[in-house]
């Protein structure tokens, strides 16, 4: 009677467990698909080897410029919208970011920065192949090629 009882708890637990363990593997599984398909994949920090440039890409549609210059290395905020389906990355300049960045920066002026963030204002096809990014530009067809940098 008592290996009876005892049989029956053991029995009550493993059914608990195994059930458990089905809903956390459930859970897990369902993150990392929502995870795979929501998750930006141009998220991170790209560069240039041909022309020092480094894009610092950001979640929330902001991205920086960073370009080595002569004398300093600067950084330019701009803003991003991409289309996942469409493969379409357009960067967009804000006068306001420009201004301020200006101000923070006492060797460049306001027309500086904007040289820099011209350099890729558009709107760009995007390839990730691996760790490489390709920008090939809407209009005219020509590519620009980043390298991802571990983070």
Request: zero cysteines; hydrophobic letters at 40%.
């Amino acid at each position: 009677m008592l290996m009876e009882q005892n049989e029956k708890g053991r029995d009550t637990i493993w059914s608990v467990v195994m059930a458990v363990t089905t809903v956390l593997i459930l859970l897990i599984g369902i993150f990392f698909l929502t995870k795979l398909f929501t998750a930006n994949p141009l998220e991170g920090t790209w560069s240039d080897t041909e022309n020092g440039m480094v894009l610092h890409i950001k979640s929330d549609g902001v991205m920086e410029i960073t370009q080595a210059l002569e004398a300093e290395t600067v950084t330019v905020p701009v803003e991003y919208s991409m289309d996942r389906n469409t493969k379409r990355f357009a960067v967009h300049i804000k006068d306001e970011e420009l201004e301020k960045a200006a101000e923070e920066t006492k060797d460049l002026t306001e027309q500086d920065l904007r040289d820099i963030a011209d350099v890729m204002e558009g709107t760009y096809e995007y390839s990730v192949d691996e760790q490489v990014l390709t920008l090939t530009e809407m209009e005219y067809g020509s590519q620009k090629t980043f390298v991802r940098e571990e983070d």
